[in-house]
């Protein structure tokens, strides 16, 4: 048995009203129960989250990043509502609590202060609403693009003191609206993209087979975010990372998501450093579900990034070469 303590930031969530929702939809129940915590899966994907357990109709999580914990608990709830917005007969509404500090991780569950109020913020929530610890405040202060409104001092159960809590503003409709540019040679994948994002309430205004066509009309079609491969026509190098640079460049308004079979360090170093949000980079391999290519994008189109392990340890591996020579 592994036991250590760890500083994290503990995320639940709840269903409100579950049992009268699932027993009014009989046989239909256990297929929204399967798209729900898919839909909260895939939001954990895509903030570096780590499920913990399901707790009835909820989740459990844990961040070592308190700021990706309200990245993901905004996406969460934008799912739903989404949900809601193609489903209006299936009313799912959740309702989510954070907290931070020191807790015992035991063999992948975890213990602690932080636990307990992140679980007792969660049953205080009302419908739609992000409930979030003082403490995880304190950590993503001016770090966030989130705008927390404090609640103020409440008294939950199991805990001896009151917790300052404030609440995490989100806006379901600021997605409704939500507009890409697809670039990729591969027909039949760009198309197949295009596909699953409208499937999902997202207009994709352009699609591009090499990066000039992308650029040429890239003004007129005004995207939100840009998905990019690395490499493209004429010489199926590093044009589509060229490209990603001179959008992030001239059009800092257009976020921009990589999305490739190939790590190229350099390139990929020039995009990604200094960049504060609305960039992100994922290995086609490692995107299993629509679900987190949305949210990816999602993420990119309000202010933050995303930013796919491998990339990170490629880049960390090239750095470290460079270094020794």
Same mark, same amino acid.
């Given at each position: 048995?592994?036991?250590?303590?760890?500083?994290?930031?503990?995320?639940?969530?709840?269903?409100?009203?579950?049992?009268?929702?699932?027993?009014?939809?009989? *046989?239909?129940?256990?297929?929204?129960?399967?798209? $729900?915590?898919? *839909?909260?899966?895939?939001?954990?994907?895509?903030?570096?989250?780590?499920?913990?357990?399901?707790? =009835?109709?909820?989740?459990?999580?844990?961040?070592?990043?308190?700021?990706?914990?309200?990245?993901?608990?905004?996406?969460?709830?934008?799912?739903?509502?989404?949900? $809601?917005?193609? $489903?209006?007969?299936?009313?799912?509404?959740?309702?989510?609590?954070?907290?931070?500090?020191?807790?015992?991780?035991?063999?992948?569950?975890?213990?602690?202060?932080?636990?307990?109020?992140?679980?007792?913020?969660?049953?205080?929530?009302?419908?739609?609403?992000?409930?979030?610890?003082?403490?995880?405040?304190?950590?993503?202060?001016?770090?966030?693009?989130?705008?927390?409104?404090?609640?103020?001092?409440?008294?939950?159960?199991?805990?001896?003191?009151?917790?300052?809590?404030?609440?995490?503003?989100?806006?379901?409709?600021?997605?409704?609206?939500?507009?890409?540019?697809?670039?990729?040679?591969?027909?039949?994948?760009?198309?197949?993209?295009?596909?699953?994002?409208?499937?999902?309430?997202?207009?994709?205004?352009?699609?591009?087979?090499?990066? =000039?066509?992308?650029?040429?009309?890239?003004?007129?079609?005004?995207? $939100?975010?840009?998905?990019?491969?690395?490499?493209?026509?004429?010489?199926?190098?590093?044009?589509?990372?060229?490209?990603?640079?001179?959008?992030?460049?001239?059009?800092?308004?257009? =976020?921009?998501?990589?999305?490739?079979?190939?790590?190229?360090?350099?390139?990929?170093?020039?995009?990604?450093?200094?960049?504060?949000?609305?960039?992100?980079?994922?290995?086609?391999?490692?995107?299993?579900?629509?679900?987190?290519?949305?949210?990816?994008?999602?993420?990119?189109? =309000?202010?933050?990034?995303?930013?796919?392990?491998?990339?990170?340890?490629?880049?960390?591996?090239?750095?470290?070469?460079?270094?020794?020579?």
């Amino acid at each position: 048995m592994s036991t250590r303590v760890r500083t994290v930031t503990v995320l639940f969530t709840d269903i409100l009203d579950s049992t009268e929702l699932f027993d009014g939809l009989g *046989a239909g129940a256990e297929e929204l129960r399967a798209r $729900h915590f898919s *839909a909260m899966r895939a939001a954990l994907a895509v903030h570096r989250g780590i499920e913990v357990k399901t707790l =009835g109709d909820g989740v459990m999580a844990a961040f070592d990043g308190a700021g990706d914990s309200l990245g993901c608990a905004v996406t969460m709830q934008r799912a739903v509502a989404r949900h $809601h917005r193609r $489903h209006p007969e299936q009313v799912v509404r959740i309702r989510i609590g954070l907290s931070s500090g020191d807790a015992t991780e035991d063999d992948g569950d975890y213990f602690g202060a932080p636990v307990v109020e992140a679980s007792r913020l969660c049953a205080r929530a009302d419908a739609g609403q992000i409930l979030v610890s003082g403490v995880t405040r304190t950590l993503v202060r001016g770090g966030t693009m989130h705008r927390l409104e404090p609640v103020g001092e409440i008294h939950l159960k199991g805990l001896p003191s009151p917790t300052s809590a404030f609440e995490l503003d989100w806006d379901p409709d600021e997605d409704s609206e939500l507009r890409v540019a697809l670039a990729d040679d591969s027909v039949l994948l760009r198309q197949g993209i295009a596909q699953l994002l409208e499937s999902e309430g997202i207009a994709v205004v352009l699609q591009a087979g090499d990066a =000039g066509s992308l650029l040429d009309r890239l003004a007129a079609t005004d995207p $939100h975010v840009v998905v990019v491969d690395v490499r493209m026509p004429p010489t199926h190098t590093t044009e589509g990372l060229q490209a990603a640079e001179f959008i992030r460049s001239e059009y800092p308004d257009i =976020g921009v998501l990589v999305l490739s079979q190939s790590i190229e360090p350099g390139a990929a170093r020039r995009l990604l450093e200094g960049a504060t949000g609305g960039v992100g980079y994922l290995l086609k391999e490692r995107v299993t579900d629509v679900g987190e290519l949305t949210a990816a994008i999602r993420t990119i189109a =309000g202010g933050g990034s995303v930013i796919d392990p491998g990339v990170v340890a490629r880049l960390e591996a090239a750095q470290s070469g460079a270094t020794r020579r």
